[in-house]
């Protein structure tokens, strides 16, 4: 069982960066990230490969959000800049124990483990 620990949410004005971190127990597959907002659904953010060269996002944060990795130490990296208020969620940690194909990555589904989620707020 790999536990996931996000951390660095918080509350920013619009066109701010944050920088969340996840950090996990074990040795995972892929990881990514997702967020839910009130009364939504959860969403897909962004995935990386455990190899790192590969990464997706979700069409929202395409060219704003970067997604990195340091398998080293375990741990996932979500940079958000240009925040906009409709970023506003909670954001969760995800991560697969084994291979998931590509075009399974924004499914939630394919996940095995999740984290508790960190409370990402940006002001207009």
């Known amino acids: 069982q790999v536990q996931l620990v996000e951390s660095g949410g918080g509350l920013v004005q619009a066109g701010g960066s944050l920088r969340l971190s996840c950090a996990a127990s074990?040795?995972?597959?892929?990881m990514g990230w997702f967020r839910q907002a009130p009364g939504k659904e959860r969403e897909f953010v962004a995935a990386i490969s455990w190899s790192g060269p590969l990464r997706t996002y979700g069409d929202s944060v395409k060219g704003r959000f970067t997604i990195s990795k340091d398998n080293a130490e375990n741990m996932v990296y979500l940079q958000m800049n240009s925040l906009k208020p409709e970023d506003t969620a909670v954001y969760y940690c995800a991560a697969a124990q084994g291979d998931i194909i590509l075009s399974r990555w924004s499914r939630r589904g394919a996940y095995d483990y999740w984290g508790q989620g960190t409370q990402v707020t940006v002001s207009p």
């Open positions: 074990g040795r995972t597959s892929t």
